[in-house]
């Protein structure tokens, strides 16, 4: 049972907190409801009789919120190269509502991103894992969420350019352009 006020996740929703605690009746029959306050203004009834089974728990707390930071700074775990089987996969970490597992969403997708781009479906994938993201790491490090957005950004940003960066360089040392115009330096008009 959780009470008003409390912080609490609501997978692939995000983080908010408990505002009021009603009874509501709808289609004839009577039932308690949370009403959680998410970000951007909404506003979400949960049944409180099957508010664990709609897999509602508490906001981590600010040792495992560092935990979940040091996820960002992990080079990528392995994924399909199949987008529609990653997106399968990626989908199913989401609804965990693990908060671990949107983490490993966000970054591996922001690696892609960066490396190949994204799929329509992907870039709205990784943009609704951010926000839930973010939305869960503004409550547990008591922060604005522009201070999380960047925190959350150069942490993937600072993994990407360590990992990646320096091992999967595919362009050749030689100008572009002296692959199509040969420059011979014995050979210049001035």
Same mark, same amino acid.
């Given at each position: 049972m959780y009470n008003v006020g409390d912080k609490v996740v609501y997978p692939m929703h995000g983080a908010g907190v408990?505002?009021?605690?009603?009874?509501?009746?709808?289609?004839?029959?009577?039932?308690?409801?949370?009403?959680?306050?998410?970000?951007?203004?909404?506003?979400?009834?949960?049944?409180?009789?099957?508010?664990?089974?709609?897999?509602?728990?508490?906001?981590?707390?600010?040792?495992?919120?560092?935990?979940?930071?040091?996820?960002?700074?992990?080079?990528?775990?392995?994924?399909?190269?199949?987008?529609?089987?990653?997106?399968?996969?990626?989908?199913?970490?989401? #609804?965990?509502?693990?908060?671990?597992?949107?983490?490993?969403?966000?970054?591996?997708?922001?690696?892609?991103? #960066?490396?190949?781009?994204l799929s329509t479906g992907e870039k709205k994938m990784l943009y609704n894992a951010k926000q839930i993201l973010v939305s869960e790491l503004v409550l547990a490090e008591h922060s604005s969420q522009e201070e999380i957005e960047e925190l959350v950004d150069n942490k993937i940003n600072t993994s990407y350019a360590m990992f990646r960066t320096d091992t999967n360089i595919d362009v050749s040392t030689e100008s572009i352009v002296n692959k199509f115009i040969p420059f011979n330096s014995s050979n210049t008009n001035t």
């Open positions: 408990i505002d009021s605690i009603e009874e509501k009746e709808i289609l004839g029959e009577k039932q308690s409801y949370y009403i959680l306050k998410m970000p951007g203004e909404v506003k979400v009834m949960i049944p409180t009789a099957t508010a664990e089974q709609h897999g509602i728990r508490n906001v981590i707390d600010k040792e495992q919120a560092e935990k979940v930071i040091n996820v960002l700074e992990q080079d990528e775990t392995e994924m399909e190269k199949n987008w529609n089987k990653r997106y399968r996969d990626n989908m199913e970490k989401m #609804k965990s509502g693990d908060i671990y597992e949107i983490a490993d969403v966000v970054r591996n997708l922001s690696f892609k991103q #960066k490396e190949k781009g």
